[in-house]
């Protein structure tokens, strides 16, 4: 199928790529189809793109790329609609901002996708430890020594 976006211009997407959120996102309910692809140009960004509205994009990274430990109350969370069978099948993004130069993650909102049925939610932690605009360090990598 094609998805239109605003970035990219139109992908080509498989039927089976598509992950439906029942609820659609915070703010966003009537937006309930969305891919999850790749940035082209940095292997660590993901883009969730609206598959009914090409301008609703989100740039995200996954979790674990937040360089420290992103750890919640899972049974603290309503995720009956994501047909989980382990947490083994669940992966967890976090929406990314730019506030003037700064990055910053939305970890307060993560998105967290059952990658096997491909159904997500977009989840509000009540942890008062995360935050909407958590400024994000660039970690770099470190130089490769030869001898």
Not at 34 to 56: G, H, I, M, N, Y
Not at 115 to 123: A, E, F, L, R, T
Request: overall charge negative.
């Amino acid at each position: 199928m094609k998805v239109r976006t605003h970035r990219f211009g139109t992908l080509d997407v498989e039927r089976e790529d598509l992950i439906l959120f029942p609820e659609g996102l915070v703010g966003l309910s009537r937006l309930t189809e969305f891919v999850l692809f790749q940035d082209p140009t940095s292997p660590d960004l993901f883009w969730l793109q609206s598959t009914e509205r090409s301008e609703f994009a989100f740039a995200t990274i996954h979790s674990s790329k937040l360089g420290t430990v992103y750890d919640f109350d899972w049974d603290a969370l309503d995720l009956e609609n994501l047909e989980l069978e382990s947490l083994g099948e669940a992966e967890v993004f976090v929406i990314l901002n730019r506030v003037g130069g700064t990055f910053t993650a939305n970890l307060k909102g993560p998105i967290i996708i059952n990658s096997m049925k491909m159904i997500g939610k977009q989840v509000v932690l009540k942890d008062g430890r995360f935050d909407v605009r958590h400024p994000l360090q660039v970690v770099e990598e470190p130089a490769c020594v030869t001898a």
